[in-house]
C-alpha cells in the first residue's frame, strides 16, 4: 500500500513537472520576444563565442544608466552556441530555470508542508501566467526567482541540517542574483533577519562570513571589471538611489505599503486586476503565515518555517518601500516564488481539517482555471525571430553585395536585432565611423516613414542623401528605403562619419 501511494505521488508530481515544461516550452520560438535589447545581448554573446573571451560587463539595466554583472551572459552563451546562433538558445535557457523552480518549490515545500500542499503550491507556479510569461524569454532578470529561491532554501537547510557551508552556497546564489537584476539586493536584510531569528548569534559571525564569501566568488567578475576602471557602475548607482523623484512610495504608513504592494504582486502575477480577491488573497496568506508563526514560536523548526514565510513574502514587499522609484512588475522577480511558499505552508498547517482541505482544493481549481484564461496563448504568437531574419535577408538581398550603412526608424525598438542578423549572414554593415558608404539602408518600423533628415546618428551621418529606391513589406507593416547621396553636397563616401562633440 505505502508502495502505491509512493508510486502515485511520483506520477502526480511527474505530471507537475510536465506541465510546467509544457507553458515554458510549448511553440517557445514563436513567442519569444526579439526586439533591440535582446538582439544587444545576443551580440554581445555572439563575439563572446567566436572569440573565446568573456566579458566582465553585463547588460545595462531597464533605467539608471549603469550595467550588470556579466552572469546572465556567461550562462546564456553556451545554449546561443548549442542552438547555433538562434536566438532561441538563451530562451530555452530561462525556460529551464523556470522549470527547475517548479522543482525546487517543490522540494522545499514537500520537505517544510507534506506532499499535497508543495502539489497544489507547485502547480499553481507552473501555470500562473507572469511567471510563465518571464519564462520564456531570454532577458536577464528572468532567471531570478530560481536563484533567490535556491538561496532561501540554501539558508533554511544550512540552519536545519547545521551544516555551514551551506550559508556558501547561500552567498553563491546572491552573487548570481545581484548581476541578474539589482532589487535583489533585497534578498541580504531578508536572508539576515531569518538567520537572526533561527540560529544561535555565536553562529552568526561564521554564516555571514560564508555568505559574503560565496557572494565574492559569484560577483569577483563584475568586481574585477569595477576594480581596473574606477568603479564607474558603483559611482552610477550610488547616484540613482540617493537623487529625488515623484516616483515611489513615501508613505510612513509601512502597513499600507505592504498591503498595496501585495495587491499589485498578487495582480501582476495573477494577471486579474480591479477585483477584491487579490486583496482577500493578499490577507490571508498574510495573516496565515503570521498566525503560523506565532502559534509555533516555541517549535525551532516550524518557527523557521513561519518565518521564512513572514520576512520573505512581506518582508520582501517592505524593503521595496525604500526603493524610490517606479516599480514594474518584474522588479518582484526576487520574491516571485514567495506567495507561493507561503501558501503552500498554510495549505500544510491546516490540511488534516477536511473542511480546510476542500477550501484550498477549490481555490487552486479556481484560480487554475483564472491562470489558464489569461495565459500568453490568448494572443497569436508574434514570431519575431522569423519576421527579424526574413527583414533582414531583405536588407541583404536589397544591398546588391555592396558594402552598406545601415539604421532603422522606430518609435520604441533599437536597430540591435537586425544586425543581428545581418551579421550571422556575413553582411555586417559598414559603421559610420569606420566609413561612410555608397548606400544608407533603412528599415522602417514606424507607422510614417520620412527617411530624409531623420534625427539619428546612422541617418545624419551618412550625409545629405536623396531616396533612391522603397520597397515595402505589407507582411509585417514595414517599408525599407535605400538613400543614396545627393549630387548637389560634397560625397562623403568612402571616410568615416565624425560624430560632433
Not at 545595462?60 to 545554449?79: K, N, Q
Not at 568603479?231 to 498595496?260: A, D
Request: net charge positive.
Amino acid at each position: 500500500m505505502r508502495i502505491e501511494k509512493k508510486k502515485l505521488e511520483l506520477i502526480i508530481i511527474a505530471a507537475v513537472i510536465l506541465i510546467a515544461v509544457f507553458f515554458r516550452f510549448w511553440q517557445i520560438r514563436d513567442y519569444v520576444v526579439f526586439l533591440g535589447d535582446e538582439g544587444r545581448d545576443m551580440l554581445v554573446m555572439r563575439n563572446m563565442i567566436l572569440e573565446k573571451r568573456p566579458v566582465f560587463l553585463g547588460p545595462t539595466a531597464s533605467v539608471g544608466g549603469f550595467y550588470l554583472g556579466p552572469i546572465y551572459y556567461w550562462m546564456a552563451a553556451p545554449f546561443l552556441a548549442l542552438w547555433r546562433f538562434d536566438p532561441v538558445g538563451p530562451s530555452v535557457m530561462v525556460a529551464t530555470f523556470g522549470v527547475a523552480t517548479v522543482v525546487l518549490l517543490y522540494k522545499f515545500l514537500r520537505e517544510v508542508a507534506g506532499f499535497w500542499p508543495a502539489t497544489l503550491a507547485s502547480l499553481l507556479y507552473a501555470i500562473a501566467p507572469l511567471i510563465v510569461r518571464y519564462s520564456r524569454s531570454s532577458w536577464n532578470p528572468n532567471p531570478l526567482p530560481f536563484f533567490a529561491l535556491l538561496q532561501i532554501y540554501s539558508v533554511y537547510l544550512a540552519i536545519t541540517r547545521k551544516k555551514p557551508l551551506l550559508f556558501l552556497v547561500s552567498g553563491l546564489c546572491f552573487g548570481v542574483a545581484i548581476q541578474l537584476h539589482y532589487l535583489a539586493i533585497s534578498l541580504i536584510p531578508i536572508s539576515i533577519a531569518i538567520i537572526v531569528l533561527n540560529s544561535n548569534f555565536k553562529s552568526w559571525p561564521k554564516a555571514i562570513a560564508l555568505t559574503f564569501i560565496g557572494a565574492f566568488i559569484t560577483f569577483s567578475p563584475f568586481l574585477i571589471f569595477e576594480a581596473r576602471h574606477g568603479f564607474p557602475n558603483f559611482h552610477t548607482i550610488l547616484e540613482f538611489v540617493t537623487r529625488k523623484t515623484t516616483h515611489g512610495y513615501q508613505s510612513p504608513n509601512i502597513i499600507w505599503v505592504i498591503s498595496n504592494f501585495g495587491n499589485i504582486l498578487l495582480e501582476d502575477i495573477a494577471k486579474f486586476s480591479g477585483t477584491i480577491l487579490t486583496k482577500v488573497a493578499f490577507w490571508s496568506l498574510s495573516f496565515g503565515s503570521i498566525f503560523i508563526l506565532a502559534k509555533n514560536w516555541q517549535n525551532e523548526k516550524k518557527r523557521l518555517i513561519g518565518s521564512i514565510c513572514v520576512i520573505w513574502f512581506l518582508g520582501g514587499l517592505a524593503v521595496l518601500r525604500f526603493y524610490s522609484g517606479q516599480i514594474f512588475d518584474y522588479y518582484f522577480g526576487f520574491m516571485f516564488p514567495a506567495p507561493f511558499f507561503a501558501f503552500g505552508v498554510v495549505v500544510g498547517e491546516y490540511w488534516q481539517k477536511n473542511t480546510f482541505k476542500l477550501i484550498f482544493i477549490s481555490f487552486t481549481i479556481f484560480a487554475s482555471v483564472l491562470f489558464l484564461n489569461r495565459g500568453f496563448w490568448q494572443s497569436p504568437p508574434n514570431r519575431l525571430i522569423n519576421q527579424t531574419q526574413t527583414i533582414a535577408d531583405y536588407v541583404i538581398q536589397k544591398s546588391q553585395g555592396e558594402p552598406f550603412n545601415f539604421a532603422l526608424m522606430s518609435d520604441h525598438n533599437s536597430d540591435h536585432a537586425y544586425r543581428y542578423f545581418l551579421e550571422i549572414r556575413g553582411a555586417k554593415p559598414v559603421q559610420l565611423e569606420t566609413m561612410v558608404t555608397d548606400q544608407l539602408l533603412i528599415v522602417c518600423e514606424s507607422k510614417k516613414c520620412s527617411p530624409l533628415g531623420y534625427p539619428s546618428w546612422e541617418v545624419a551621418g551618412f550625409g545629405r542623401g536623396e531616396v533612391n529606391d522603397q520597397w515595402e513589406l505589407p507582411n509585417f507593416g514595414i517599408r525599407i528605403f535605400r538613400l543614396t547621396h545627393w549630387a548637389g553636397a560634397p560625397n562623403p563616401a568612402g571616410k568615416p562619419a565624425v560624430k560632433e562633440q
